[in-house]
Antibody
């Protein structure tokens, strides 16, 4: 079926950087676009970013554009999210998710999420 | 930007039918996916492409989409259906994923 495991979360001060990773297994990672989605405590789901299957195309939510960078290493079947200039409001659980096929498809595999806390 | 509007909460007695709506401008022209999320867990897709149901999802879950409203219907509601539900579309005009604000289903 496939599995995603995110890591790299933790406590970081405002203005600092953090890099999240998402290790994929059980499916042909290089064939699928991948996303990051976040959820602030007690809040709803918020889409963060998308990277195409080969890594050449990236798209971002407006509030993350310019601060966050999504990338992937298909040889290591790993997805990344580089987060710079972190703000208190970036505190959330960050999920990586696999799209079923095309960009308009549902997310059929989700990782369990990694918690990021931005606090002084 | 495109906005999806869901009611914050829906309450229903066991055995009854719950309907959760997702409103958006001409949403009927888009494909809508629905996720169930229980506390401390990642979301799980329960309906995709408006009406399709993944294997393992009970037939009690169904979907529809027309005009400005998509609807997730849960028939014969059980206590285990208590969760947050989110709708999701792809906004091709901006290459963005859009989620609704989520609806908490409470089984009375």
């Amino acid at each position: 079926q496939g599995q995603l495991v995110a890591s790299g979360g933790g406590v970081v001060q405002p203005g600092r950087s953090l890099r999240l990773s998402c290790a994929a297994s059980g499916f042909t990672f290089s064939s699928y676009a991948m996303h990051w989605v976040r959820q602030s405590p007690g809040k709803g789901l918020e889409w963060v970013a998308l990277v195409s299957f080969e890594g050449s195309k990236t798209y971002y939510a407006d509030s993350m554009k310019g601060r966050f960078t999504i990338s992937r290493d298909n040889s290591r079947t790993t997805l990344f999210l580089q987060m710079n200039s972190l703000r208190v409001e970036d505190t959330a659980v960050y999920f990586c998710a696999k799209v079923h096929s095309g960009y308009a498809d549902p997310f059929d595999i989700w990782g369990p999420g990694t918690m990021v806390i931005v606090s002084s | 930007s495109y906005v999806l509007t869901q009611p914050p909460s829906v309450s229903v007695a066991p055995g009854k039918t719950a309907r959760i709506t997702c409103g958006g401008s001409d949403i009927g022209s888009k494909s809508v996916h629905w996720y169930q999320q229980k506390p401390g867990q990642a979301p799980v897709v329960v309906i995709y492409y408006d009406t399709d149901r993944p294997s393992g999802i009970p037939e009690r879950f169904s979907g529809s989409n027309s005009g400005n409203t998509a609807t997730l219907t849960i028939s014969w509601v059980e206590a285990g259906d208590e969760a947050d539900y989110y709708c999701h579309v792809w906004d091709s005009s901006r290459d963005h994923v859009i989620f609704g604000g989520g609806t908490r289903l409470t089984v009375l």
